[in-house]
């Protein structure tokens, strides 16, 4: 009967997956290799294939497909040039932001028609 191999436990209860996907948001240009010395370094032991499981889905997130931009094409004609465009995406989600969630910033808007209207 082969040994059994010991494995060391995170000293906290957060999986590891969790573990992993802040090492990357730490270190966006980092290897499957540097997280599972890294995190060997903290005492979590971790597979490089599950580090490297990792990277691979948060990188295929990054892609964008055609029919995007398509999307932004159009979005662009419609502000009229790229720089319009941004600054009009910039000003829209920083006042998300603000509002906390697209439904909140949705809500105010509501409000603040229905407010106008009875000022008018």
Known sequence: MAARKKTTKP?????KA????????????????????????QGVEVGSAHCQQILSKRKAGK?????????AAEFVSTHGDIDAAISAIDAVGDFIKSCGSPEKAKAALETYQAVAAVLN
Do not use: S, Y
């Open 18 to 41: 969790q573990l992993i996907r802040e090492w990357f948001d730490a270190n966006p240009q980092g290897t499957a290799v540097e997280c599972v010395k890294a995190l060997a370094d």
């Open 11 to 15: 000293a906290t209860n957060v999986p």
């Open 63 to 71: 892609k964008i497909d055609v029919d995007t931009i398509k999307l």
